[in-house]
Nanobody, 126 residues
Framework: QVQLVESGGGLVRAGGSLRLSCAAS????????MGWFRQAPGKEREFVAA????????YYADSVKGRFTISRDNAKNTVYLQMNSLKPEDTAVYYC???????????????????WGQGTQVTVSS
């Protein structure tokens, strides 16, 4: 089992920044990639960003490219999501997820992830 705990959500004005963190514990050796998803009220959970546990490749949804940056600290088993130039449409609950798939094209679908955090609320006011 892998446990994931997110932190760093909050309320910010449009144009502002937030950094989310996700700490993994438990059977972390089963993790090959980490991702962030988000879910706004009345909408499906959608992919935001992903990073394999090794290498330098990162993946982003078109809606956040150039504004969000995903990174990882393997020594701390932690993944981060730096969110800049936030917009009201970024308002959602953000979920961290872990994948045990050794390889994937983009790690951008929910069924590629086997563990999920509890979510952290991000609210962007206009």
């Amino acid at each position: 089992q892998v446990q994931l705990v997110e932190s760093g959500g909050g309320l910010v004005r449009a144009g502002g920044s937030l950094r989310l963190s996700c700490a993994a514990s438990g059977r972390t050796f089963t993790i090959y990639a980490m991702g962030w998803f988000r879910q706004a009220p009345g909408k499906e959970r959608e992919f935001v960003a992903a990073v394999p546990w090794s290498g330098s490749t990162t993946y982003y949804a078109d809606s956040v490219k150039g504004r969000f940056t995903i990174s990882r600290d393997n020594a701390k088993n932690t993944v981060y999501l730096q969110m800049n130039s936030l917009k009201p449409e970024d308002t959602a609950v953000y979920y961290c997820a872990a994948s045990r798939l050794y390889s994937s094209y983009y790690y951008n679908t929910r069924n590629e992830y086997h563990s999920w955090g509890q979510g952290t609320q991000v609210t962007v006011s206009s």
